[in-house]
């Protein structure tokens, strides 16, 4: 019999690498809830989603996660203890969060709260959500390990993500649901969002046109490579949920590179593998961007068996590949 996995956002960057996994696993029913939202190009979600869309296993249901009548079709695939749902839908992104804060606590607190009520009603096996590094705000005390209390969020984003954890750990308390809240750290590769840093700077170093540097390049990330955000992910999926006081589990973990990188490292690094200088232009900091992120993943490792491969320089290399392929898809598509 197969396992049942609800992914809400499989369309997106992070999800569609998630089902690609799965699917060639064997032995998953994939059921992606996304609304193609368009706060970057349908086309790139359609581009992700292309090979799924023939697979036997794989259905795409094209709704909002705050519909009931969505969550309801996708939670009717399977029954409720069969199921993992794997919540990565969310507005993403700190800056544009703090334009339209509304927007996403919308999506990314009532549409989780949402999902939780369908878990638990469905009395689904186990719930695992997409947090953020973000959560840590400006925390000194790096690399940021899970216990680290008093927690400040200095964007709404990062606000969203810290009360969808909250209201995870609440269900596991209270309605004995298994959960887990695992905090991404800058995810790059093949299909990022073309709005983050690696992809942005990528596309305009190769294009010869510049590239914004907020601050003087001394802020640092945790720059994670996809293939190991999924390899963490599914540790996750796949871990004990044992518990022992009649509580759901409840768990947090890092799941980042665990090596941090000046920005102006990245963009040196970026100009290697491109074969070209970029053209920086400098511009003040940016209000709600955190000066360092640093994962620990130590506990990641001991649950997870989390153990991320990818450095800097090979997962760029990785995603040039993929830009050149993408690219040169795009040029067959253009030609008369
Ligand atoms: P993405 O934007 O590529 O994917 C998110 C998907 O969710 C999109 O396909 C979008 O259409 C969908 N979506 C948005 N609102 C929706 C709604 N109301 N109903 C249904 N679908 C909706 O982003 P991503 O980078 O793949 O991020 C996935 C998750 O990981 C998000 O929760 C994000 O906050 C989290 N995360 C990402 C990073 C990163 O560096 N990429 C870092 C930390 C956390």
């Known amino acids: ?64 996660i705050v519909d009931e009548e969505t969550l309801d079709k996708a939670f009717a695939m399977a029954s409720g203890a069969d199921t993992t749902v794997v919540h990565l839908a969310a507005l993403a992104g700190v800056r544009p969060s703090i334009a339209d804060p509304l927007a996403y606590h919308r999506v990314n607190v009532t549409g989780t709260l949402k999902l939780l009520e369908k878990a638990r009603s469905n009395k689904v096996a186990h719930f695992v959500l997409a947090s953020s590094s973000s959560v840590y705000g400006e925390d000194p005390h790096v690399p940021w390990k899970e216990s680290l209390t008093g927690l400040a969020p200095i964007s709404p984003y990062a606000a969203t993500k810290l009360a969808a954890e909250q209201y995870t750990r609440m269900y596991a308390h209270l309605h004995g649901l298994n959960t887990t809240a695992l905090r991404f750290f800058t995810v790059y590769g093949p299909r990022q969002r073309p709005d983050l840093a690696i992809h942005a700077f990528f596309k305009k170093v190769i294009e010869g046109t510049p590239i914004q540097q907020f601050g003087d390049g001394s802020t640092r990330r945790d720059y994670t490579f996809v293939d190991d955000i999924i390899s963490g992910v599914r540790g996750a999926m796949d871990r004990s949920l044992r518990t022992e006081d009649g509580r759901g589990a409840f768990e947090i973990f890092n799941l980042g590179n665990s090596a941090t990188v000046p920005l102006r490292d990245l963009i040196a690094a970026i100009e290697k593998e491109a074969g070209r200088k970029a053209i920086i232009e400098v511009r003040p900091e940016q209000p709600g961007d955190v000066p360092q992120t640093f994962a620990s993943v130590e506990k990641a490792k001991e649950h997870l068996g989390y153990v991320p491969v990818t450095g800097i320089t090979q997962g760029l290399r990785h995603f040039h590949r993929w830009y050149d392929e993408m690219a040169a898809a795009r040029s067959t598509v253009n030609k008369p």
């Open 1 to 64: 019999m197969s396992k049942h996995a609800i992914i809400t956002g499989g369309a997106g960057f992070i999800g569609s690498h998630l089902v690609d996994r799965l699917l060639d696993e064997g032995g998953w029913k994939v059921t992606v809830v996304d609304n193609f939202h368009p706060f970057y190009p349908r086309a790139v979600k359609e581009a992700n989603v292309l090979a799924h869309r023939s697979h036997p296993s794989y259905t795409l249901l094209e709704g909002d």
